[in-house]
């Protein structure tokens, strides 16, 4: 791979050529590592019974599932995130093409990416956790929308964008099997996270070579991601209350996405220290200092408002679990 000077900009075509190698190493490498599972294995079938419609079976009702509250909301908006594969693959696809290394890792991740709906979609429904008539009109209202990146359509965006999203879900999902209260939950979705995070490795391998080969363009994709980073569930139905409980919960919030999601992954890129820069890698080295100091606060913030309800909630319940219901609105909620 050969190195350009940092103020020289490269045409989207260039950057995906220039990093056509480390596409193939990576993928070699992810196909290495990553360990064949069936979705079917991690659902509670035994739990299953027949619905009521053609079938005559069983209303649901909540109290047929041991889920926690927020479990529950959790898994919904992880799927529905899930269910709109088909808008994202299009999105890689028409970026990074059909062809060569690129397009054989496009069709990887999307073959992965699909047991997570399958797998969660069973289990919701085999331990009737949901609605599932409430939960088949939300995907279809989601699907309809479909999913537009926020990211300009550059192939480095979206690069960049992954690197932190893969692991944002990575750890939506591990988080929601810890606050599940069903210990076969928490089994599938460290599963699921798995995944995940073999995502993540591969995209921010990618992204790293990416500021190698061209240092002042990555640096402003990284900031501009960083500090307008959106999940890409944010336009599910219900999303803004959705979040507020997941984060009130425990499962994704302000906190967790700088200390857990934003910084292993700036960290291990050594995104403040990169040297080198042009005048604009530069500008975009501080605005995302910026950001993060501001961020830094926030949080502390969130945390100070967060612990003061949650003990509000517990002492008006007597104790009884405080993250099983939540209110207001928090951006940053997450997957």
Known sequence: MSITSSRTALSDA???????????????????????????????????????????????????????EVGRVSLVVNLLTEDNLPSYHHEIATLFGRDGAWGTWVH???????????????????????????????????????FVSDNGHSPLHTVAYVAFQELATRV??????????????????????????????????LLKAALELAPDQAMQAVAEVVTGFRMPGHGMPGFERAAARIALGGVYNLRIHHDDVLQ??????????????????????????????????????????????????????GGSDPGASGGGHDRWAGR
Request: charged residues 30%.
């Open 172 to 205: 939506s999902h591990r988080n929601t099997g810890h606050e599940s209260g069903d210990p076969v939950c928490d089994r599938m979705l460290a599963q699921v996270a798995n995944d995940e995070n073999l995502h993540m490795v591969f995209y921010r391998n």
């Open 14 to 68: 260039r950057l995906l050529h220039d990093l056509e190698e480390v596409v193939e190493r990576e993928l070699n490498r992810h196909l290495r590592v990553f360990k064949e599972w069936m979705p079917h294995e991690y659902v509670p079938w035994g739990r299953g019974r027949d619905f009521d419609g053609p079938l005559g079976g069983e209303p649901w009702s909540p109290e047929q599932s041991p889920l926690t």
């Open 264 to 317: 292993p992954v700036l960290r291990h890129l050594r995104i403040m220290e990169t040297a080198g820069l042009g005048p604009d890698g530069l500008r975009a080295q501080q605005q995302l200092g910026d950001h993060l100091d501001a961020l830094t606060a926030q949080a502390a913030r969130f945390d100070e408002r967060r612990a003061a309800l949650l003990a509000r909630r517990a002492a008006a319940a």
């Open 108 to 146: 990887q991740w999307t073959a992965e990416e699909a047991r997570h709906s399958i797998v969660l979609r069973d289990y919701l429904l085999a331990s009737r956790a949901v609605d599932p008539a409430a939960l088949e009109r939300a995907r279809m209202s989601h699907m309809r929308n479909g």
